[in-house]
């Protein structure tokens, strides 16, 4: 029901009793019939409305017009037996008002085809009109709405079957002989061969002059716009019924201009005793009619397109396409109802200063959310549940009065007994609101209503995959020294599973850096859980000390000990930033782009081995790369570079290309840029890194500690003598020598076989690392008391430093200081 927001309100009877009234004052208007229903779905609430009138056999009620969404979605037949149980052949037998519930349709045999959801069914007689004495018939109405018809809507309901007043029997239409020509306007089609004979000026809307027509369906098909030839199909295909429920509209082709519209009405005729099936009907110009809103079909187009609407942004997008023009709104806006406050989605304009200033001063980022509170006609709106239309010079609240000084419409869209959000429409100019305009925004509202429940819970589950994808990927990259890297995850569009794909960069020792990405074969959590693993495996191998290829062997054998059905393919690089060179593996996955500092691109030609997970004893070959300052190195998985209309090699050439062409100072513009046009039908993990070379480059050197009972006091010496020949003055030494001296004597003493002490500097930072063959890591004492003798070495290791650790490396471990030399 849409109510007058106005201050002088009449109750839902009276106002639709008037609207009848004007309808039926005009009993030759050929769109009378529809007319009158379409009040049952503006003041009674109903989805769709259906008047049945008896047939030319006597023995059933068939339908004869239709207003609302198409029947077919709740099950309604094209005829009803009157002997039978239905609530149509009840009502009309017993002239009385029938009214049944979901529990009671569930019972009721003849609506078995209704759908799964609730819904409530009113049959109503309908009473013989002041034009046909003998008229006669039924008014059926389904409503969604948690409550059904109340008592207004079916006082309501008997008010537009009395208005009806169709003329009956509803005899067939005329069957003209076999080779007489049809009426002006009409057509006759043979279901079983596609023969159609169609009169002369149906013929002039085709553009096809008569001796040119061979009388084959397919020939008038041909000329129709491809993106209608569905719904014609489902006409002129003999395994379809009649379509004379609902009005189909087409677009023909013309030589130049836009296409035509043209309205097609037909009744399908039963064959018997040799006679085949036959399709009867008009087809009628309608061109001069399409700037109307009452048209059934831009619902079933809304319908459609609301039927394909992944998002919650889909669905905003859809309502606007299908209100915005044919209501000549100024401006249309869709939101979503969260804890009291509306979270627009789609705004049509999209520029702030088109919307309130309040809107504009609760604008987040892209769109603004107001609170539900400061416009309390809304919420009083919202709260009903039924649509509003407040025409020009009501008293509003600035908020809303701002949206359409015209006239304005708030359409609560409603699912599953809530209100989901809300969608609102707006007029600058005095806008007049006739009743065709009320039943397209009453449908509409319905189904937006449940197409933005489905499109809401899919955008959760969504955001719950790309949060679960999200923990499983590194939440930031670290800061590389002479190198700037980028990446970016985008999952598939098709489907909620989790995908396999992933990236790292995993900082090394002696300024070296691992650049890993990969895919696990799949989208599952089964694939998400060997990610993590994989992922977690390659680091801890590399953090080891060992080369790419043996992470990477390493990483295939684990997979193999896991037992999983699933392979894994990647890229690992390891670059040393000091030098710009660079060891690349693939194992199965694509290879790197590199682009040189000239721009030019070259897709890296490495040897590549099978993917992890196939072969025990495979090999891994390593590819040496040479990266000079101002190169950008580009790994990517093949969601960006293969799909079903994309083979590999052509990808991987568009995107050297793309990034040949790209500004590589700016490396998150680039990452955007290549995908921007990406298909999305699976994963994409894209990892740019551009190497800058670096400003210093450190000082390092070495030394193998002799296993001797001075072997501290050697090693004191030579880190003095390097110290000393870079620069450091005595002054600076004693904290570095202090850890030399407490981190070799702990090697020498705790474990067996070689020790190495490396020192290396840069920018007055100075890091002493001590490698031996035990993997235990020293451990801090937690309590030291005075009659202790040992155990205090790494607690003055832990005092002097700026920072100390110990990684594993091949089989040991490095202890680690680092000191500053300037402080």
Same mark, same amino acid.
């Given at each position: 029901? /849409?109510?007058e927001?106005s ?6 009877p009276v ?7 004007t ?7 050929p ?22 009138t ?7 009620l068939?339908?004869a017009e239709?207003?609302?969404v198409?029947?077919?979605l709740?099950?309604l037949?094209e005829?009803?037996?009157l ?15 029938v009214?049944r ?14 759908p ?25 109405? #389904?409503?969604?709405?948690?409550g059904?018809f ?6 309501c309901l ?5 208005a ?19 009426r ?28 040119e ?10 000329l129709?716009?491809p993106e ?6 489902s006409?002129?295909e ?9 009005e189909?509209?087409?677009? /023909?082709?013309q ?6 519209w ?18 009867l009907g008009?087809v ?17 187009r809304?319908a459609?397109a ?9 669905v905003?997008?859809?309502?606007v ?5 044919p ?9 979503e109802?969260e804890n ?6 789609v ?13 504009q001063?609760?604008w ?11 416009m ?5 709106a ?17 908020a809303l ?6 006239g ?6 409603a ?14 100019e005095?806008?007049?609101f006739?009743p ?9 509202a319905?189904l937006?209503g449940e ?8 955008d ?5 995959v ?9 939440r930031?990259l670290p800061?590389?020294?002479g ?6 995850y985008?999952p ?15 900082p ?19 694939a ?7 992922r ?7 953090a080891?000390?060992h ?6 062997a ?14 894994v ?17 693939r ?9 040189h ?12 081995g099978?993917?992890?997970g ?16 101002g190169?950008?190195?580009?790994l990517t ?9 994309l ?8 995107l050297a290309?793309?990034l040949? /062409? ?21 994963d994409?993990a894209?990892?740019l ?8 480059k450190?000082l ?18 030579f ?10 003055t ?30 290396t ?7 002493v690392?001590v ?21 205090r ?6 005092? /002097?430093?700026?920072?100390?650790g110990? #990684?594993p490396?091949?089989?040991g471990k490095?202890?680690?200081s680092e000191?500053?030399l300037e402080?």
């Amino acid at each position: 029901m /849409v109510s007058e927001g106005s201050a002088e309100r009449r109750t839902g009877p009276v106002r639709a009793e008037i609207a009848l009234k004007t309808i039926t004052a005009d009993p030759a208007s050929p769109e009378r019939v529809r007319r009158t229903l379409e009040q049952a779905l503006v003041f009674a609430g109903a989805s769709l409305a259906a008047v049945y009138t008896p047939g030319e056999d006597g023995e059933s009620l068939c339908l004869a017009e239709s207003a609302g969404v198409p029947r077919t979605l709740y099950g309604l037949r094209e005829s009803y037996p009157l002997a039978g149980r239905s609530p149509a052949a009840d009502a009309h037998r017993t002239g009385r008002p029938v009214w049944r519930g979901p529990g009671e349709l569930a019972d009721c045999a003849e609506s078995r085809r209704m759908p799964a959801r609730d819904v409530h069914l009113a049959a109503v007689p309908v009473g013989e009109g002041p034009q046909s004495p003998s008229a006669a018939g039924c008014l059926l109405a #389904v409503s969604e709405r948690p409550g059904g018809f109340d008592a207004d809507d079916r006082s309501c309901l008997e008010l537009v079957a009395e208005a009806v007043a169709l003329p009956v029997p509803a005899a067939a239409p005329a069957v003209p002989a076999e080779g007489e020509a049809p009426r002006a306007g009409a057509f006759n089609l043979a279901m079983d061969t596609g023969r159609v004979a169609v009169a002369d000026d149906i013929l002039e809307l085709f553009g096809l002059p008569r001796e040119e027509f061979d009388g084959r369906v397919e020939t008038l098909l041909g000329l129709t716009v491809p993106e209608d030839l569905p719904s014609l199909m489902s006409v002129v295909e003999a395994d379809h019924l009649s379509v004379g429920d609902r009005e189909l509209e087409f677009r /023909v082709l013309q030589p130049a201009g836009p296409p035509r519209w043209l309205r097609l009405r037909g009744r399908l005729l039963p064959g018997g005793d040799g006679r085949p099936a036959r399709l009867l009907g008009t087809v009628a110009d309608v061109s001069t009619l399409r700037d109307e809103v009452t048209d059934v079909a831009r619902v079933q187009r809304l319908a459609a397109a609301l039927a394909t609407a992944g998002t919650v942004r889909d669905v905003g997008q859809a309502v606007v396409a299908a209100l915005r023009g044919p209501l000549r709104a100024d401006r249309i806006a869709l939101a979503e109802l969260e804890n009291e406050r509306l979270v627009v989605t789609v705004l049509d304009p999209p520029e702030p200063e088109s919307w309130p200033e309040l809107w504009q001063l609760e604008w987040r980022s892209e769109w603004p959310d107001a609170p539900v509170r400061t416009m309390p006609s809304l919420a009083a709106a919202l709260r009903e549940g039924r649509a509003r239309i407040w025409p020009a010079g009501t008293a509003l609240e600035p908020a809303l009065a701002e949206v359409g000084p015209g006239g304005l419409a708030v359409l609560p869209l409603a699912a599953g007994g809530r209100t989901a959000g809300a969608c609102l429409i707006g007029w600058d100019e005095p806008h007049d609101f006739g009743p065709d305009e009320r039943a397209l925004l009453t449908a509409s509202a319905g189904l937006a209503g449940e197409a933005l429940m489905r499109a809401h819970a899919f955008d959760a589950e969504h955001e719950l995959v790309g949060m679960l994808q999200r923990q499983l990927l590194p939440r930031r990259l670290p800061p590389l020294p002479g190198a700037t890297a980028v990446a970016r995850y985008l999952p598939a569009t098709a489907g909620l599973e989790l995908g396999g794909d992933w990236y790292d960069v995993i900082p090394l020792p002696d300024h070296h850096v691992a650049l890993v990405i990969g895919d696990v074969q799949g989208h599952s959590a089964g694939a998400a859980t060997l990610m993590g693993q994989m992922r977690t495996a390659l680091r801890a191998y590399a953090a080891e000390g060992h080369p790419p290829d043996v992470v990477v062997a390493h990483a295939n054998r684990l997979l193999l000990e896991l037992e999983t059905d699933l392979f894994v393919t990647c890229c690992y690089v390891d670059v040393g930033m000091e030098e710009g060179t660079a060891w690349c593996v693939r194992a199965g996955h694509p290879p790197p782009v590199l682009r040189h500092p000239d721009g030019s691109t070259d897709i890296v030609e490495t040897d590549g081995g099978p993917p992890l997970g196939v072969v025990t004893q495979a090999e891994f070959p390593m590819t040496p790369l040479r990266l000079l300052p101002g190169a950008v190195l580009a790994l990517t998985t093949d969601g960006l570079v293969e799909s079903a209309d994309l083979d590999i090699t052509t990808g991987l050439d568009r995107l050297a290309h793309e990034l040949s /062409v790209a500004d590589p100072a700016h490396l998150g513009l680039v990452a955007d840029a290549l995908l921007g046009n990406a298909h999305r039908g699976d994963d994409i993990a894209l990892l740019l890194v551009r190497y800058d070379g670096m400003a210093v480059k450190p000082l390092r050197d070495g030394w193998t500690v002799w296993r001797v009972p001075e072997a501290s006091r050697h090693a004191r010496r030579f880190t003095r003598r390097t110290l000393r020949a870079w620069g450091v003055t005595d002054a600076l030494m004693d904290s570095a020598l202090l850890v030399v001296s407490e981190l070799v004597t702990n090697a020498l003493v705790h474990t067996g076989g070689q020790v190495r002490l490396d020192i290396t500097l840069i920018n007055q930072r100075l890091r002493v690392a001590v490698t031996d063959v035990s993997p235990r890591t020293p451990v801090k004492p937690t309590d030291l008391g005075w009659e202790a003798t040992g155990g205090r070495g790494i607690l003055l290791v832990e005092a /002097v430093s700026e920072a100390w650790g110990t #990684v594993p490396v091949s089989g040991g471990k490095q202890v680690w200081s680092e000191l500053l030399l300037e402080r």
